[in-house]
C-alpha cells in the first residue's frame, strides 16, 4: 500500500464523480484501484449534501417535496449527471434486446431512448418522495438516511470493480476500474458502510435500523442488475457502474421510509 497511491486515488475520485476541479496527476490501474475505494466516502459526502440541502428547504419554508426536488437537482448537477445518465444507457442497452454487442453501441450514443427517459423518471422520482418522507420524520432523518443511501451506492459501484468481474469493452472507464479492488478493501468497504449506518442514532434506534435494512436491499438490488449486466454484455462498463449507483441509493431510500414508518 501506498499513501501517494491513496492520495492520487482520492483525486481522480473526485475529478472524475464531481464537478470539483481536481488537478489528477497521475492515473494507472493502482490509482483507480484507490478511486474506487473512495468513491464510497464521496458517496456519503454528496448524499450529507443533499440531505443538508432538502432540511435547509424546510427551514426556508418550502414543503418537503419541493426541498427534495431541488436538493435531487442539485446532487445531480454536483456529479454532472454521471451516474443518471449511465442509468439511462443501461436501460436503453438491455432494453433493446439486441446482442451484447449491438446493445453496447446503443449505451454509447449521446440520445436518451425510451426505456432510458422512463428509468430516468421511475429513478428520479423515487428518490425525491423517498427523501420528502425522510424529511417528514426529521431533518437528522433526511441527512442521515441520504448520507447512507449515497455511501451505500457508491460501495455498489466498488464492489463491482472487485477481481473476476470482466470488463464488457477493452476501452473505457469500465475497462480502467475493471479487477482493481482486492478482497479485504472491499470488507473494509462494506464494513465502513454498516458503521455509518449507526448514525442512524441521531434520530432514533429504530432509525438506525431502516438504516441498515435500506443498504442490505439497495446492494442486493445492484447485484441482480450487475449480474444480469454481465450476463447479458459480458461485463461491466462505465454506464453500468452509474447504474448501479443510482439503483442502490434509490432502493436504500425507498427501503428506509418503508421500514421508519412501521417503526
Do not use: N
Not at 424546510?58 to 449511465?86: F, I, K, N, Q, Y
Not at 436501460?91 to 451484447?100: E, I, M, N, Q, V
Not at 477481481?163 to 476500474?177: E, Q, Y
Amino acid at each position: 500500500m501506498s499513501v501517494s497511491d491513496a492520495v492520487a486515488g482520492a483525486r481522480m475520485a473526485v475529478g472524475t464523480f464531481t464537478v470539483w476541479p481536481v488537478r489528477v496527476e497521475r492515473v494507472d490501474r493502482a490509482v483507480a484501484g484507490w478511486a474506487m475505494r473512495w468513491a464510497p466516502v464521496l458517496g456519503g459526502a454528496l448524499g450529507a449534501l443533499i440531505g443538508a440541502a432538502t432540511a435547509a428547504g424546510l427551514w426556508l419554508g418550502w414543503s418537503a417535496p419541493l426541498s427534495a426536488l431541488l436538493a435531487t437537482g442539485l446532487g445531480a448537477l454536483a456529479t454532472r449527471g454521471l451516474h443518471l445518465d449511465g442509468l439511462a444507457d443501461l436501460a436503453d442497452g438491455l432494453g433493446s434486446g439486441r446482442s451484447a454487442e449491438r446493445s453496447l453501441e446503443v449505451m454509447r450514443r449521446s440520445d436518451i431512448g425510451p426505456f432510458g427517459v422512463l428509468t430516468l423518471l421511475v429513478a428520479v422520482g423515487a428518490q425525491v418522495l423517498a427523501l420528502a418522507g425522510l424529511a417528514e420524520l426529521s431533518p437528522r432523518a433526511v441527512v442521515v438516511g441520504a448520507l447512507v443511501a449515497g455511501a451505500a451506492g457508491r460501495t455498489a459501484a466498488t464492489l463491482a470493480c472487485l477481481r473476476g468481474v470482466p470488463s464488457a469493452r477493452p476501452d473505457g472507464l469500465g475497462a480502467f476500474v475493471a479487477g482493481t479492488v482486492r478482497p479485504p478493501a472491499a470488507l473494509v468497504c462494506s464494513l465502513g458502510l454498516v458503521a455509518v449506518c449507526a448514525l442512524g442514532l441521531f434520530h432514533s434506534p429504530g432509525f438506525a435500523l431502516a438504516c441498515a435494512a435500506g443498504v442490505v436491499v439497495g446492494l442486493v438490488a445492484a447485484g441482480l442488475v450487475l449480474w444480469h449486466a454481465v450476463r447479458r454484455l459480458g461485463g461491466i462498463t462505465g454506464d453500468v457502474l452509474g447504474a448501479l449507483v443510482e439503483t442502490a441509493v434509490t432502493t436504500a431510500l425507498l427501503v428506509m421510509v418503508a421500514v421508519a414508518s412501521h417503526l
